[in-house]
């Protein structure tokens, strides 16, 4: 069983930085994949970025590429989504999420259905 809580949602000015948390508590959130996901108002959730148990091998959406970094700190059960040059499009509902399954590769984990656990989501608003 994992618990996962988000925050660092906020409001932003497009261009702007924030930098969301997610904090896990649980057994075995070290061999956890863990990955992002973001639904906008009206649209299905969406693929962001995921990171494997050990952080060394990541993969992005498109949109996302170039602007945000997946990062996690298994010390201390947290897992991080650093967005710099934010766009109003990526106005939406932040999802933390983990998979206890242990493959990694290319978009395997781009799809909600590889995911065990989800966050309750934290609010990201980017005006102009």
């Known amino acids: 069983q994992v618990q996962l809580v988000e925050s660092g949602g906020g409001l932003v000015q497009a261009g702007g930085s924030l930098r969301l948390s997610c904090v896990a508590s649980g057994r075995t959130f070290r061999t956890y994949t863990m990955g992002w996901f973001r639904q906008a108002p009206g649209k299905e959730r969406e693929f962001v970025a995921v990171?494997?148990?050990?952080?060394?091998?990541?993969y992005y959406a498109d949109s996302v590429k170039g602007r945000f970094t997946i990062s996690r700190d298994n010390a201390k059960n947290t897992l991080a989504l650093q967005m710099n040059s934010l766009k109003l499009e990526d106005t939406a509902v932040y999802y933390c999420?983990?998979?206890?399954?242990?493959?990694?590769?290319?978009?395997?984990?781009?799809?909600?259905?590889?995911?065990?656990?989800w966050g309750q989501g934290t609010q990201v608003t980017v005006s102009s």
């Open positions: 999420a983990a998979s206890q399954r242990g493959y990694f590769s290319g978009s395997y984990y781009d799809t909600e259905s590889r995911y065990d656990y």
């Open positions: 990171i494997n148990w050990t952080g060394g091998n990541t």
